[in-house]
């Protein structure tokens, strides 16, 4: 007997990865909306993504910099 792929398991598995991203509260200290400024969830992803790769970066160089010395 062959087992299918359960759809419904996929979604799930997928929403649960992909979580609501609140651009407010990821760059505060703004006067206008964000979330209303990207509504597209792809956006805001992309921006959370963005975000931590550059929080990564400066982790990075500031290690570098500490071992140089």
Known sequence: ME???DPSAKTGAEEEKRREV?????F????YDLNR???DEG???LLYELRRNRRDI???IKNFH????
């Open 28 to 31: 505060p200290g703004k006067e």
């Open 43 to 45: 956006t805001r992803q």
């Open 58 to 60: 400066e982790r990075f």
């Open 22 to 26: 609140d651009l407010n509260a990821l």
């Open 66 to 69: 500490s071992e140089e010395e």
């Open 37 to 39: 400024l990207f509504p």
């Open 3 to 5: 087992e299918k792929d």
